[in-house]
């Protein structure tokens, strides 16, 4: 977020602005923090989907939560014997991660759509 800052900062818009008068906070919040939204909403969207899939692959090999609370990964890892003979009880929790995942992106796209408005 920095980085998007220190770059919008030296755009020409935000040194007219600045020669315009406009002072540093209204600069901040008027000019430069909807233009760096952008990069902010990706990583956050990112940074979910992350903490799904790292949620679900330490629960699945035991060192996530504790056993009696249900979690994506703990459903798949005990679905796991059972993959021969019914397939659908592995299905949820994966259905349930995709679903999970596109959410994120999907959630993040619209709020791309709406800043750049």
Known sequence: MRGAIL???E???AVA???GGTGRVRLLLRHILPNCADPLVVQLALSLTIAVFLEGAM???GVGVRPPEPTLGSLLSQALPYLAQAPFFAAGPMVSVTLLVLG???LSEALNREVRR
Do not use: C, D, G, I
Request: proline share 0%.
């Open 7 to 9: 770059v919008q900062r």
């Open 11 to 13: 755009r020409e818009y």
């Open 17 to 19: 602005a600045r020669v």
């Open 59 to 61: 629960s699945f090999l």
């Open 104 to 106: 994120f992106s999907l």
